[in-house]
């Protein structure tokens, strides 16, 4: 059974760092892209980057360039998300999520993680 | 960048009624469109993917078409479950972007 369990709710203060993961269990993966997707306290869904966990292979929106940092780490088939200088504007549920390519090499979402809340708040 | 717009942002019906969402590209983005419910506080769950191919587990009452710029979704016969907040996306190119949600409540 595919599984993406994400880490634990975060509560941090301006110009933190953080670092949140998304531990994928029951397929190949380092065969798989596995995508980050925020969502701000209600609004709706916006893409963040996509990495490929088998060359660290990184995809990143134009609008989270520079902001976050995605990477994987194959030994424990874990990706991650995070930040080096929070700002209260980073209050948002976080999402991964895991990519499917089509034969036409596009890639979609199939399976999702729970969620990660992280709120920024001095 | 390519921008979804749904249409409508949201719907009241009653159970066991046919709805229809409608989401449109501003430009053509081929199939490369799917389908999401999300539930308060849950995670979103990919419904359709290829504009019109259910996912795995997704019942039959769940159907997508279109190619292009323009897609539905049609849920038949409501039922208390279905009642959340529905988004497709494009993953023809980057950046991937999302509709801005229907929310579909109960009557």
Known sequence: ??????S??????PGESLKISCKASGYSFTTY?????????GKGLEWMGNIYPGDSDTRYSP??????TISADK??????LQWSSLKAS??????CARLRRTVAGTLFFDYWGQGTLVTVSS | DIQMTQSPSSLSASVGDRVTITCRASRGISNNLAWFQQK???????LIYAASTLQSGVPSKFSGSGSGTDFTLTIGSLQPEDFATYYCQQYN???????QGTKLEIK
Request: aromatic share 16%; hydrophobic share 35%.
């Open chain 1, 1 to 6: 059974e595919v599984q993406l369990v994400q």
């Open chain 1, 8 to 13: 634990g709710a975060e509560v941090k203060k």
């Open chain 1, 33 to 41: 892209w596995i995508g980050w997707v925020r969502q701000m306290p």
């Open chain 1, 63 to 68: 609008s989270f360039q520079g902001q976050v």
């Open chain 1, 75 to 80: 030994s424990i088939s874990t990706a991650f």
């Open chain 1, 90 to 95: 980073d209050t948002a549920m976080y999402h």
């Open chain 2, 40 to 46: 308060p506080g849950k995670a979103p769950k990919s």
């Open chain 2, 93 to 99: 190119s980057y950046p991937y972007t999302f509709g």
